[in-house]
Nanobody, 123 residues
Framework: QVQLVESGGGLVQAGGSLRLSCAASGRTFSSYTMGWFRQAPGKEREFVARIRRTGGETYYAESVKGRFTISRDNAKNTMYLQMNSLKPEDTAVYYC????????????????WGQGTQVTVSS
């Protein structure tokens, strides 16, 4: 089992940057595929990015490709999401998630979730 805590959200102007962190408890962080999702008001939770256990393979939603970078530091039990060139449509609660399997983009493939961190991008 793993517990996840996100941090780093906030208010930023369009074109700005933020870095989100996801701190995981437990000694088996490196055994999980990790992902970032987001949920805007009135919308479904949507996939943002995913990173494999060793960090050697990443995958992004088309809407964030080229602007966001997912990474992880298994020694620190932490995952990151560097968000650049932010747009108002990126405004959402961002969640980190962990999968004990080979999860891809479906929220149902992830077993564990953090509580979320709010990102607000003003125009």
């Amino acid at each position: 089992q793993v517990q996840l805590v996100e941090s780093g959200g906030g208010l930023v102007q369009a074109g700005g940057s933020l870095r989100l962190s996801c701190a995981a408890s437990g000694r088996t962080f490196s055994s999980y595929t990790m992902g970032w999702f987001r949920q805007a008001p009135g919308k479904e939770r949507e996939f943002v990015a995913r990173i494999r256990r060793t960090g050697g393979e990443t995958y992004y939603a088309e809407s964030v490709k080229g602007r966001f970078t997912i990474s992880r530091d298994n020694a620190k039990n932490t995952m990151y999401l560097q968000m650049n060139s932010l747009k108002p449509e990126d405004t959402a609660v961002y969640y980190c998630a962990a999968s004990s399997g080979s999860a891809m983009t479906s929220r149902w493939e992830y077993n564990y979730w953090g509580q979320g961190t709010q990102v607000t991008v003003s125009s």
